[in-house]
């Protein structure tokens, strides 16, 4: 909650990508699932920048996710669907993990569920993303989910 909190102090001078790494971040170290109404609630302002970016196409959300709080996610932003099939390009590993970061794992989680340290992890997440064509986790999660 304290980094939500200077999360929005300290994106209030920033530009839109800048902001949109920023919670990217966020996300990246808590988990998507941990960024829910309580942490909304105590740092005001995090739901209207997470919004504004979503809206705007550049912070990438899961259709589960926003659909979690229609209050803060109101209309769909258009995303183009991955050049690629995941299913084709992924090793097995990559695939697994893949499908762990689909379901909103962060990387601790996503490596206490595979057995490999976070480091190994976050290389196979950066081998993921360019398989993919994706700058980001949330980015790959969004274009690969059907929508």
């Not at 709080?69 to 084709?88: I, M, N, R, Y």
């Amino acid at each position: 909650i304290i980094e939500a909190n200077l999360l929005v102090l300290t994106s209030k001078t920033a530009v839109a990508s800048e902001q949109s790494r920023k919670v990217d971040a966020l996300i990246t170290r808590y988990g998507l699932l941990n960024i829910n109404r309580s942490v909304f609630d105590e740092a005001p302002g995090l739901a209207g920048l997470m919004n504004r970016l979503w809206s705007a196409g550049q912070l990438v959300l899961p259709d589960f996710y926003t659909g979690l709080f229609p209050a803060v996610f109101s209309t769909a932003p258009a995303s183009e669907p991955l050049d690629v099939d995941p299913g084709s390009v992924l090793t097995p590993k990559e695939s697994e993990i893949f499908e762990l970061l689909q379901s909103g794992m962060s990387n601790a989680q996503i490596s206490e569920s595979t057995g490999v340290s976070v480091t190994t992890t976050k290389w196979h997440l950066k081998n993921i993303y360019s398989k993919l064509g994706v700058s980001n986790r949330t980015e790959a999660v969004l274009r690969a989910t059907p929508r």
